[in-house]
C-alpha cells in the first residue's frame, strides 16, 4: 500500500470549511484513497473514499487530483464534534478484504 | 444503524492470564478484523478473517493470539498468555460484501489493561 503524507495537526473555525490535505505521490491506478477519524479514543469511524473522481455523501467531500498524487477532504461547515484525528490511507485493491494501515493522521481541532 | 458491538468495554486482566475479547460484527458482513492502539499510538493491524479462516495477519499478531468466529454471531480475539505490553484499546471491525472497495465498520473498542 501506497504510503501517505499529513499535517499532524490543523485548527479550523467552527462553522467554517476545514479543508484537509493528503500527499500519496507513489499511489498506483489500483488504489483507493480511504478516510477516516477518530473522536478521542473511540473505535475509527468510515468518512469516504474514492479513486479517481471526487465523490460527496452527507459527510464530507472529497477531491482527487487528476494525476492522483493527493487529496483533500473538506468538511463543509465544521462543527465543535469534528474534532477528531483524520486518517488518510491508500488501499489496494484488488483483494476482498479492507485490510487499513493507519498513519499518525491530522488532528483536527475545531475552534469555536 | 447497524453497528459493530464489543464487550466488555473495559477488562483487566493480570500478567499471564488468558482474555476472550467479544465482537459482534453486522449481521450481513463477511470480513472480520481485529486491530489495536496502544495509548498515544497508531492504531495497528492485527488480523483479517473470511471464510472461517485467517486470510491475512500481521507480525503482531504472533502464536498467542488467536481468532474464532464460534457461532453465527461472535467473533472473538483470544490472548492466550497477556504481557504487560498488551495492554491497549482492541477495536474489532467487520466490512461486507463481495466489492473491493467497501468500508469497514469500527467497534467502540475494549480496553484491556494488563497489571
Known amino acids: 500500500d501506497a504510503k501517505t503524507t499529513q499535517p499532524p495537526s490543523m485548527d479550523c473555525a467552527e462553522g467554517r470549511a476545514a479543508n484537509l490535505p493528503c500527499n500519496h505521490s507513489t499511489i498506483s491506478g489500483n488504489e483507493y484513497v480511504y478516510w477516516y477519524r477518530q473522536i478521542h479514543s473511540q473505535g475509527p469511524q468510515y468518512i469516504i473514499h474514492g479513486l479517481k473522481n471526487n465523490e460527496t455523501n452527507e459527510m464530507a467531500s472529497l477531491i482527487i487530483t487528476e494525476d492522483r498524487k493527493s487529496s483533500t477532504l473538506i468538511l463543509p461547515h465544521a462543527t465543535l464534534r469534528d474534532t477528531a484525528v483524520y486518517y488518510c490511507i491508500v488501499r489496494l485493491s484488488g483483494t476482498g478484504a479492507n485490510n487499513l494501515f493507519f498513519g499518525t493522521g491530522t488532528r483536527l481541532t475545531v475552534i469555536p | 444503524e447497524p453497528e459493530v458491538t464489543q464487550t466488555p468495554s473495559h477488562q483487566v486482566t493480570q500478567m499471564g492470564q488468558e482474555v476472550i475479547l467479544r465482537c459482534v460484527p453486522i449481521s450481513n458482513h463477511l470480513y472480520f478484523y481485529w486491530y489495536r492502539q496502544i495509548l498515544g499510538q497508531k492504531v495497528e493491524f492485527l488480523v483479517s478473517?473470511?471464510?472461517?479462516?485467517?486470510?491475512?495477519k500481521s507480525e503482531i499478531f504472533d502464536d498467542q493470539f488467536s481468532v474464532e468466529r464460534p457461532d453465527g454471531s461472535n467473533f472473538t480475539l483470544k490472548i492466550r498468555s497477556t504481557k504487560l505490553e498488551d495492554s491497549a484499546m482492541y477495536f474489532c471491525a467487520s466490512s461486507g460484501g463481495q466489492g473491493r472497495d467497501t468500508e469497514a465498520f469500527f467497534g467502540q473498542g475494549t480496553r484491556l489493561t494488563v497489571v
Open positions: 478473517f473470511y471464510n472461517n479462516e485467517i486470510s491475512e
